[in-house]
């Protein structure tokens, strides 16, 4: 049986120059349609917490939820989405974030998560680090007490996980890329 790592490897496509010309995009659609490697990635990232008490997987949009929504099925837990803003159409709590260039929001339903039920915090890939930052404090203004933040891709030369640990928020990454 190949190795997680040959077998993640060889499921993510990289396109050179996208979105913009020097950027090497880590490209997961290849992982999801293929039915052995989606099983893997979705078998590792939930195995840590396998029988113990998780009740929420919140998925950041847009890749978070899918990966998200195969992790709270399997870990028998409920699904929250976090948003870009303006696409919830109940009352949400909402934070700004910085990106490359200015500022954008996003939002989670204030009735998603309860004061104190246990979450973990599920995307594709962390790069800076200030998208899954900003949904900590989304999860943190409601009161979720985060076990965990996980992701299929680290690029660690962006620092994406030294600024989540420093929130003290654990990382659980499957595979970097430098
Ligand atoms: C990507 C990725 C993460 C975020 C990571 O999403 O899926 O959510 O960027 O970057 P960061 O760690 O530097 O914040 P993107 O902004 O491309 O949104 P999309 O999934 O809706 O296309
Ligand atoms: N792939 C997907 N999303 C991203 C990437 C990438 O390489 N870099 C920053 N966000």
């Known amino acids: 049986k190949p190795s997680l790592e040959d077998t993640l490897l060889a499921a993510i496509r990289t396109i050179p120059d996208y979105p913009k010309?020097?950027?090497?995009?880590?490209?997961?659609?290849?992982?999801?349609?293929?039915?052995?490697?989606?099983?893997?990635?979705?078998?590792?990232?939930?195995?840590?917490?396998a029988g113990k008490k998780v009740d929420k997987i919140a998925g950041i949009e847009a890749r978070g939820f899918i990966l998200g929504g195969a992790v709270a099925h399997q870990l028998s837990a409920g699904f929250v989405p976090i948003r870009k803003k303006g696409k919830l159409p109940y009352e949400t709590v909402r934070v700004a974030y910085s990106l490359e260039y200015g500022l954008d929001e996003m939002e989670m339903h204030r009735d998603g998560v309860s004061p104190g039920e246990k979450v973990i915090l599920v995307d594709d890939l962390i790069a800076t680090g200030g998208t899954a930052a900003a949904a900590v404090q989304l999860l943190r203004q409601i009161g979720a007490d985060i076990l965990a933040a996980c992701f299929v891709i680290d690029l660690p030369d962006l620092g994406g996980r030294d600024k989540l640990e420093a929130l003290g928020v654990p990382v659980r990454t499957l595979i970097g890329f430098e």
């Not at 880590?26 to 893997?40: E, G, H, K, M």
């Open 21 to 49: 010309p020097g950027i090497l995009f880590r490209d997961i659609t290849t992982l999801l349609s293929n039915a052995r490697a989606f099983r893997r990635a979705i078998d590792e990232l939930v195995h840590p917490y």
